[in-house]
């Protein structure tokens, strides 16, 4: 027994962040069977059975939360988002369909439109009477939303809009509940009226009659089989000269008199647009969520199995060793528990933050951008990340991690194209790049020009300083002979984060100064800007990594029990120093770290590890699934049975004389 052993149950609470009695209501669903994917279903039939699942949410008053009183809801938008999320445990197509329904469509209608909207085609959404879709991508314009090629063009004359798709390339693509189940649509269009294009808009357009048959104008394609998620009828939607009442247009934002006058409370279109597609931020979150919840999943599986898994005679003649005891195991394994713990503290963060927005408790035009920012750097990092951890989780069960019966597979199909929708994960990194190039920008401009004149000095001398060695010359000298000093300067806080913070403002400012120098010629600025793109990319998935790491400081503030938090501790470090590890290229090439420490870097992280291994199961145990959840055979126990019968099997057979005499041992005599 580990007498430092962690407070599991404590732990698994604070996992479960601001929200747990939310989430417990939400797993206690994802474990019911009649909820589950049934993997032995083919396509039709496993999006028949999403449907039903659906209804059963409905009837469970499981999708109300969100929204307004009147409609059965109570205004708890962090506590919905926490609620679908966990649904991902069920299956990844419930968490996603159910998203389109009550998230997207439903969401698009509530955020976007007014109170007469809501009255109007709420109940239809909630109680699940008017399944709909969300058309926003086009197959021409992916995430270039603002230049979708559908019109809305206003005829003051019969006071309608005409929603009209010109080419193929404008279809509506990729949408949930579009080739099956869909009657209604959000649909997103250029405004255009008087002559003059307001830019896009969401109007609200039935498509299918109370049989399933397209309306005139409407038209479509089943998607079909797709990689993964194909419990959702996702499909294409098209629309030639579709007229729809002037009212249908959701008019928050931007409205239309009857005469064809357009007005907005929003002057600038620019931000009117942005204002309103950060109304449907929420896919984001939910998505960065659902994802984290997935990796959880994968390691709470891959490390059970590592700690009853044996193999190989290393360090005894009779015992085989438990994988996770060799240290590659460690490393493939622990780094990436580290990873799903930060982004798990950094998820609760932005929950709590998209509550506080569209509660209206801190709703102002910043809090909302950087909402939005917050929420496309950590969905860009968790989605890619849930992959990378379900791979390796699956490489590392070896043979059995392949068996679908073990999760892996699915998991890794169903959540692939979370890192392609509500946004591709380089766009939304370089969203979060150009912000923080403007905030850049925002502190020069409060600078008088004494202060630039100085701040641009140091750089200069902190620039020369990196480049020539000094710094990294100092640091061989400080850790000369002693290697404890390199572990003592990785595992302080303050060294951590200011080898984060540092990457982020140097690649940030490197940026800045190549831009510069184009001036204000356009097509010169662009071409700058596309030669600066990859580095701008990279400053703005560093600047999510910090933003994760002071997620993860932060919970250690709450985490009360000593020993709980010792351990977290240790893999709060590993989370960081991984991450300068794995750009250990970048830190050498500037001058931030000498040879010396950079040599004593992997070692000291295997150090960690080594640490971690005896509290690796408590903390996957702490993410607080069971086997109904996880539903993996080799994670059951069913692992450890077979190799308790296997070692009990040669201890008898060594202690009978029926045992067979090794070859080997006969060489060693006649030697």
């Known amino acids: 027994m580990n007498p430092n052993r962690i407070d599991v149950t404590a732990l698994s609470e604070q996992l479960l962040g601001p929200w747990a009695q939310v989430r417990k209501d939400s797993r206690a669903r994802a474990a019911r069977p009649e909820l589950q994917r049934d993997p032995s279903l083919g396509m039709d039939e496993h999006r028949e059975r999403v449907l039903s699942q659906l209804h059963v949410l409905t009837n469970e008053r499981a999708v109300q939360r969100a929204f307004p009183a009147e409609f059965g809801g109570n205004d708890d938008h962090g506590g919905s988002l926490a609620a679908f999320e966990e649904l991902v445990a069920a299956d990844p197509s419930l968490q996603i369909k159910a998203g389109v329904q009550w998230g997207l469509f439903g969401g698009a209608v509530l955020h976007l439109g007014t109170e007469e909207h809501h009255k109007k085609w709420l109940p239809g959404i909630l109680d699940f009477s008017v399944p709909g879709a969300f058309a926003m991508t086009e197959i021409g314009h992916g995430s270039d939303v603002a230049n979708v090629a559908t019109t809305a063009t206003y005829d003051p004359q019969t006071e309608e809009f005409v929603i009209h798709t010109p080419f193929k390339a404008a279809w509506k693509e990729f949408l949930g509940n579009a080739a099956l189940h869909g009657k209604d649509a959000t649909v997103f269009a250029q405004l255009i009226t008087k002559g003059v294009n307001h830019g896009v808009h969401c109007f609200y357009v039935p498509i299918r009659d109370e049989q399933g048959n397209f309306l005139e104008g409407v038209g479509g394609e089943d998607d079909g089989l797709k990689g993964g998620l194909n419990g959702i009828d996702n499909g294409r939607l098209h629309f030639t000269h579709v007229r729809v009442p002037r009212t249908n247009l959701l008019n928050r934002y931007g409205d239309v008199a009857a005469d064809g006058t357009y007005s907005s409370p929003i002057a600038s279109p620019g931000r009117r647009f942005f204002t309103m597609l950060g109304t449907l931020v929420q896919g984001r979150v939910s998505l960065d969520g659902a994802s984290t919840s997935a ?11 590592a700690n009853q898994r044996r193999q190989f005679t290393s360090t005894s003649d009779t015992e085989e060793t438990t994988i996770l005891d060799y240290q590659r195991h460690q490393r ?27 509660s209206g408790r801190a709703d102002s035009d910043e809090d909302r951008q950087d909402l939005e920012t917050l929420a496309a750097g950590l969905k860009s990092l968790s989605t890619w990340d849930a992959l990378d951890t379900i791979q390796e989780a699956r490489e590392a069960c070896g043979g059995s991690g392949y068996m679908a019966k073990n999760r892996f597979n699915q998991l890794y199909s169903d959540l692939d194209v979370y890192v392609t929708f509500e946004g591709d994960n380089n766009v939304l990194l370089q969203l979060v790049g150009k912000r923080l190039l403007t905030d850049y920008a925002a502190e020069f401009r409060k600078l008088d020009t004494g202060a630039v004149a100085r701040y641009v000095a140091k750089q200069v001398g902190s620039t020369a300083y990196h480049r020539t060695g000094l710094r990294s010359v100092a640091q061989a000298f400080a850790d000369v002979s002693d290697e404890r000093k390199s572990a003592n300067f990785f595992k302080d806080p303050a060294n951590q ?112 590890l080594a640490r971690l291994r005896p509290h690796a199961q408590d903390l996957v145990d702490a993410f607080g699934y069971t086997q109904e959840h996880l539903r993996a055979e080799i994670a059951s126990g069913v692992e450890a049975e077979r190799q308790d019968e296997a070692r ?24």
Do not use: C
């Open 497 to 608: 984060r200011e080898l984060l913070a540092d990457r982020v403002n140097a690649m940030v400012a490197e940026v800045a100064g190549n831009l510069r120098s184009a001036g204000k010629d356009k097509a010169r600025t662009a071409a700058k800007f596309n030669e600066n793109q990859d580095l701008l990319i990279q400053a703005a998935r560093a600047h999510a990594e910090l933003l994760r790491w002071e997620a993860f400081t932060r919970a250690l503030e709450q985490t009360k029990d000593e020993n709980t938090r010792e351990v977290l501790t240790w893999l709060r470090d590993v989370f960081a120093l991984t991450v300068i590890e794995d750009d250990l290229g970048w830190y050498l090439a500037h001058g931030r770290l000498s040879m010396q420490r950079a040599r004593t870097l992997p070692e000291y992280i295997n150090r960690l």
């Open 332 to 358: 493939r394994l622990l780094p990436r528990l580290a990873r799903t713990y930060a982004a798990s503290f950094a998820h609760d963060e932005l929950l709590t933050k998209f509550d506080e927005v569209f």
């Open 295 to 305: 990796a959880k999943i994968a390691l709470q599986i891959a490390i059970t199995y």
């Open 648 to 671: 009990d099997y040669f201890r008898k057979l060594r202690a009978s004389n029926d045992a067979p005499v090794s070859e080997k041992s006969l060489k060693k005599v006649k030697a």
